[in-house]
């Protein structure tokens, strides 16, 4: 696996380098936007990208890779020293895997690095394959397992019968895990488009999804202020 990363720091793209090596995979670094541009992208299974740089900034060059076909499918971690809940959502918006947080922790860095290429490598297998017949997609917490192709789940060997938007909310927590998602980032990716509804609904569908999945309903929390995130490791 191919990973570049870009950060107008050359000891932050060092580290990464050394980092990601040691994890077995094969790391090039560009010290600018502009810089990145020059090489074959297409070829890059992960770009870690930082937000603040020179003339094109991270958020500039990832709408410029998800708005070309050969690279829109390229799994982006954004990594800047920008806070605040505005710039995790802008960051989502453009079509960005993830977000991280400097000062960088390695550890957190690999964690994530993994997580995303577990995710990309899941919606990968969930599209159509050549003969027309999508390929199995599953998504696994301890004893929940959802199917992504049946939309089924079961919980401790147990199925679960859940609305649409009980399951999409259930397998939107289990993809992006350990991060925390406002209500109306909640609204924006589970809920129709054409339909209005209130942040309060958000809350009552949280509340009954936690019934539903019994003693994992736990692992969804609340961050007071700041919405709701699904903790644990989930494998596929």
Known sequence: MKILVVDDELDICEILQYNLETEG???ATACSAEEALELPLQDYGLILLDVMMGEMSGFQMARRLKGNAATAHIPIIFITALDGEDNLVKGL????????AKPLSMK???????????????????????????ADARIVYEGIALDLN?????CDGQELVFTKLEFELLSFFLQHPNRVFSREDLLRYCWPQDVMVLDRTVDVNITRLRKKIGRYGKQIKTRVGYGYCFEGIVST
Not at 93 to 100: E, K, P, R, S
Not at 108 to 134: D, F, H, I
Not at 150 to 154: D, E, I, P, Q, V
């Open 108 to 134: 957190e860095v690999k964690a994530r690095v993994r997580a995303v290429l577990r995710r990309t490598a899941l919606s990968q297998q969930a599209a159509p394959a050549a003969n027309g017949k999508p």
């Open 150 to 154: 049946a939309k089924t789940a079961t």
């Open 93 to 100: 918006n453009i079509g960005a895997d993830d977000y991280i």
């Open 25 to 27: 995979f094969e790391v």
